[in-house]
C-alpha cells in the first residue's frame, strides 16, 4: 500500500491557538499533567520560540482576572489567549492583544512582543455570563525538552523505550510522564536520570489507537513536548519501515509527490485505512489519510 503525499512546498504550521483551546476541555492543576506544547505554534512566525507556560483561567461576568507571565529574559516572545466568546479581551501592560477569529471556533487575542519585561496578563470579561479562556505563552530561548520514543509503530503490548533530553539543564531540573490513551486514561510513566539533561523510561500500551506521551518539566522553566504512539488494537500490525521515492509526474525536475509504502499484515481480508504523518520543524507536521 502507497500514501502519496501532494505539494511542492511547505509552509509554518501555526497550532498553538488549537492548544489552548483543547487545554479548555481538560487542562489539569499544576503538578499533574499540563497540557502539552510540542505541537502548537504560536502568533510569531519563528521556531526559534518554545513554549513556556500555559493555563486556563476562569473570568467572572463582567469582571476581570490578572495572570502573572515570566519570559525568562527572552529577547521576543508572543502571548495568546483562547476564549470561546467574543466579549473576552485582554491587555499586557498598556498593549492590547489583537483578536482574531479562531479555525476551531471563539477567538484567539495575540502580541508579539520584543525585549519583554515580566508582568501581569489582563483579561477581561464584558459578557454576563464567566468564560474560561486558555492562555500561551511563547519565548525565544535555546532551553527545550524532546521526547524520542524508540518506535511511534507499536503492537499492542509493545513496550515502548523513551529517551528524553533537556537542552540547557538547571540545578533541580525534574521532568515527569504519562501516557494517555484513545479514551482519555492518564497512566504516569516512571523515569530514570541518565544524566544532566537527560531521563529514559518505558511505557507498555495496551489499548488500540492513538496513544499520547506527555513529558514536562517542574519549577524552572518549564518545557513540555509531546509524541503520539499509533498502537494496534491486535489484529492489525504495522512494520517499523517503510520504502519512500519522490515522483515527478510533469517532467519538470521538481518533486510532485513522496510516495510511501509500508507494509501492513492483517487477519482478515478487507478495506483498512493508512495515515501517514509528514514532520518537518517542531511546528510542522501534516497527517494525510491514504
Same mark, same amino acid.
Given at each position: 500500500?502507497?500514501?502519496?503525499?501532494?505539494?511542492?512546498?511547505?509552509?509554518?504550521?501555526?497550532?498553538? %491557538?488549537?492548544?489552548?483551546? =483543547?487545554?479548555?476541555?481538560?487542562?489539569?492543576?499544576?503538578?499533574?499533567? $499540563?497540557?502539552?506544547?510540542?505541537?502548537?505554534?504560536?502568533?510569531?512566525?519563528?521556531?526559534?520560540?518554545?513554549?513556556?507556560?500555559?493555563?486556563?483561567?476562569? =473570568?467572572?461576568?463582567?469582571?476581570?482576572?490578572?495572570?502573572? =507571565?515570566?519570559?525568562? #529574559? +527572552?529577547?521576543?516572545?508572543?502571548?495568546?489567549?483562547?476564549? /470561546?466568546?467574543?466579549?473576552?479581551?485582554?491587555?499586557?501592560?498598556?498593549?492590547?492583544?489583537?483578536?482574531?477569529?479562531? @479555525?476551531?471556533?471563539? +477567538?484567539?487575542?495575540?502580541?508579539?512582543?520584543?525585549?519583554?519585561?515580566?508582568?501581569?496578563?489582563?483579561?477581561?470579561?464584558?459578557?454576563?455570563? &464567566?468564560?474560561?479562556?486558555?492562555?500561551?505563552?511563547?519565548?525565544?530561548?535555546?532551553?527545550?525538552?524532546?521526547?524520542?520514543?524508540?518506535?511511534? /509503530?507499536?503492537?499492542?503490548?509493545?513496550?515502548?523505550? %523513551?529517551? *528524553?533530553?533537556?537542552?540547557? @539543564?538547571?540545578?533541580?531540573?525534574?521532568?515527569?510522564?504519562?501516557?494517555?490513551?484513545?479514551?482519555?486514561?492518564?497512566?504516569?510513566?516512571?523515569?530514570?536520570?541518565?544524566?544532566?539533561?537527560?531521563?529514559?523510561?518505558?511505557?507498555? $500500551?495496551?489499548?488500540? #489507537?492513538?496513544?499520547?506521551?506527555?513529558?514536562?518539566?517542574?519549577?524552572?522553566? *518549564?518545557?513540555?513536548?509531546?509524541?503520539? %504512539?499509533? =498502537?494496534?488494537?491486535?489484529?492489525?500490525?504495522?512494520?517499523?519501515?517503510?520504502?519512500?521515492?519522490?515522483?515527478?509526474?510533469?517532467?519538470?525536475?521538481?518533486?510532485?509527490?513522496?510516495?510511501?509504502?509500508?507494509?501492513?499484515?492483517?487477519?482478515?481480508?478487507?478495506?483498512?485505512?493508512?495515515?501517514?504523518?509528514?514532520?518537518?520543524? $517542531?511546528?510542522?507536521?501534516?497527517? %494525510? $489519510? &491514504?
Amino acid at each position: 500500500m502507497a500514501v502519496r503525499v501532494v505539494g511542492r512546498g511547505r509552509s509554518n504550521y501555526l497550532a498553538g %491557538l488549537a492548544l489552548v483551546a =483543547v487545554c479548555l476541555s481538560g487542562c489539569v492543576a499544576s503538578g499533574s499533567s $499540563p497540557a502539552s506544547l510540542a505541537s502548537g505554534a504560536s502568533a510569531q512566525s519563528t521556531d526559534a520560540l518554545q513554549g513556556s507556560f500555559s493555563t486556563t483561567v476562569s =473570568v467572572p461576568a463582567g469582571g476581570s482576572v490578572d495572570v502573572p =507571565v515570566s519570559f525568562e #529574559g +527572552s529577547a521576543s516572545a508572543a502571548v495568546s489567549v483562547y476564549a /470561546t466568546d467574543s466579549n473576552v479581551g485582554a491587555t499586557f501592560g498598556s498593549i492590547a492583544l489583537m483578536a482574531q477569529a479562531s @479555525p476551531s471556533g471563539g +477567538s484567539t487575542l495575540s502580541v508579539d512582543l520584543t525585549s519583554p519585561a515580566d508582568g501581569s496578563l489582563h483579561i477581561t470579561n464584558s459578557g454576563s455570563q &464567566a468564560e474560561t479562556v486558555g492562555v500561551l505563552v511563547m519565548i525565544e530561548t535555546g532551553r527545550s525538552l524532546t521526547v524520542i520514543p524508540s518506535t511511534v /509503530t507499536v503492537t499492542n503490548g509493545q513496550t515502548v523505550g %523513551l529517551d *528524553i533530553v533537556l537542552t540547557q @539543564p538547571v540545578a533541580g531540573d525534574v521532568v515527569q510522564a504519562e501516557l494517555v490513551d484513545p479514551a482519555g486514561t492518564h497512566t504516569s510513566i516512571a523515569l530514570t536520570p541518565a544524566g544532566s539533561g537527560h531521563w529514559t523510561g518505558q511505557v507498555t $500500551p495496551t489499548v488500540g #489507537g492513538d496513544n499520547q506521551v506527555n513529558v514536562w518539566t517542574l519549577a524552572n522553566g *518549564i518545557r513540555r513536548a509531546d509524541v503520539t %504512539l499509533s =498502537v494496534s488494537s491486535g489484529t492489525v500490525s504495522l512494520s517499523s519501515g517503510f520504502t519512500e521515492r519522490l515522483s515527478d509526474t510533469n517532467s519538470d525536475g521538481l518533486a510532485d509527490a513522496l510516495i510511501l509504502t509500508p507494509t501492513i499484515t492483517v487477519a482478515q481480508a478487507g478495506s483498512y485505512r493508512v495515515r501517514a504523518t509528514l514532520a518537518g520543524s $517542531p511546528w510542522e507536521s501534516w497527517r %494525510l $489519510p &491514504a
